[in-house]
């Protein structure tokens, strides 16, 4: 069903769409620029696709994406 929302909220989501192509391609960047940290060894050796933060930029992405 339809829920009713707020002018407020729906001046929100509007700002949401708004910047969501923005806030992909920042996530996806910032993603890709940590991937290459971690993969030079600067900061050690481990595999960032463990990491909770890699795990739910690549959700985002993905939901974003497909």
């Not at 993603?31 to 940290?37: A, G, N, P, Q, R």
């Not at 960032?48 to 739910?56: H, Q, S």
Request: glycine content about 4%; overall charge negative; hydrophobic content about 45%.
């Amino acid at each position: 069903g339809h829920k009713n929302i707020t002018p407020e909220e729906a001046e929100a989501n509007a700002k949401l769409i708004a910047a969501a192509p923005d806030l992909l391609e920042a996530l996806q960047f910032f993603l890709d620029k940590y991937i290459e940290f971690v993969e030079s060894g600067d900061a050690g050796f481990w595999n960032p696709e463990t990491d909770a933060e890699v795990i739910k930029a690549r959700a985002a992405i993905k939901k974003a994406t497909e």
